[in-house]
């Protein structure tokens, strides 16, 4: 059998409850994350960084918000975009009027504004739910679009609305090669993405679920609504915001607010969607399909000798997307994370029929 638990003994409650509690879960972990950290440098191209790994790992984290959010408290959210923005201009604003503010501080205040902005827009979700809150957090999108493109302080006077930015340093590194970007990136999904994972296996997390099961019977067993849903608005959109300063600073470079769009709300929720919501692994596995499919399906005609209009091939890009989408969504509901669960469970069966 591929997973052998017999002599795994939990003899705490401390080993019981981390994260991976089997060996071979931990293994498979820590050789993934060696593998990304140092193999991976060692062979990708620039391209590879630049079009496939970087975008994948910024829209991973900001999937990983989203899904606090959306998965575990069931808030729906159509705002994500916004939070994005204002991390990545507040960011900016930051370290262009103090140049000599760390690249780590501007990240975070990034991350801290769009909170704040986050808590504002989820107070009716003291209220409301459901669509209605998916209409008030929409509104966020549209007044923060308008702010950025209206308001000229945000773009520091720029004539054209779009901003650029200057070489990036990390503590006297330099931030500037696709492989640096690319490491740079995934040292803070690794961090973030093990700090959302302790989040919503503690206290906070249960509390957040138990509001998106039932929040009536919540509140009558003692949590306190009010609480949990601006502490999932508020976390949600600290990492968002994060996802977005990295977006603009490491993938973009220069941005304007079209980057972060009510498309950029509506990818971010098809990722949550598509990979599992409640899953801090399915946020992967749904930012790699938002992220890999439209390439494959751009290369497939290529490589079949199909000669087809970029026009056209935008077209059958969408078609195709969302014929799989909504395949995805009948065969499993709870997306690629629940196959990735039923594969594993398979594999600590394996080979008795049950």
């Not at 879960?25 to 970087?54: E, G, H, Q």
């Amino acid at each position: 059998m591929f997973y052998r638990e017999n002599g795994q003994f939990k003899t705490s409650y401390r080993k019981d409850q981390q994260i991976f509690p089997i060996l071979q879960d931990r293994a498979f972990i820590l050789l993934l994350i060696a593998v990304a950290v140092f193999v991976v440098p060692m062979f990708a191209s620039d391209y590879f960084f630049s079009a496939i790994l970087i975008p994948f790992l910024i829209l991973s984290l900001a999937a990983i918000g989203l899904n606090i959010l959306v998965g575990y408290c069931g808030q729906i959210s159509l705002g994500s975009g916004a939070f994005m923005a204002v991390g990545a201009y507040a960011a900016w604003n930051f370290g262009v009027r103090i140049p000599e503010l760390p690249l780590l501080i501007q990240i975070l205040l990034g991350g801290f504004f769009a909170m704040l902005v986050g808590v504002v827009f989820g107070i009716p979700s003291l209220r409301i739910r459901g669509l209605y809150l998916a209409v008030a957090t929409l509104a966020a999108q549209f007044f923060v679009d308008w702010t950025f493109l209206r308001i000229p302080f945000f773009t520091n006077y720029s004539t054209s609305g779009s901003v650029s930015m200057p070489a990036l340093t990390f503590f006297g590194l330099d931030v500037q090669t696709p492989t640096q970007k690319y490491i740079f990136v995934l040292l803070f999904v690794i961090v973030i993405a093990l700090l959302a994972k302790n989040l919503v296996r503690g206290a906070i997390g249960r509390e957040w679920m138990a509001i998106r099961d039932m929040d009536v019977a919540a509140s009558v067993i003692g949590i306190r609504p009010m609480y949990a849903k601006l502490t999932a608005f508020a976390v949600s959109s600290f990492i968002i915001g994060i996802a977005g300063v990295l977006w603009g600073y490491i993938h973009l470079g220069s941005w304007e607010p079209l980057a972060f769009d009510l498309n950029r709300s509506f990818q971010l929720l098809f990722m949550v969607i598509i990979g599992g919501l409640g899953s801090i692994a399915g946020s992967f596995f749904g930012a790699g399909f938002i992220v890999l499919l439209p390439i494959l399906l751009t290369r497939i005609p290529a490589m079949l000798g199909i000669p087809i209009g970029v026009d056209t091939a935008a077209h059958i890009e969408h078609m195709v997307f969302g014929a799989l989408i909504v395949f995805f969504l009948i065969v499993e509901p709870h997306g690629l994370a629940k196959l990735w669960s039923i594969a594993r469970e398979k594999l600590r069966i394996w080979p008795f029929p049950h």
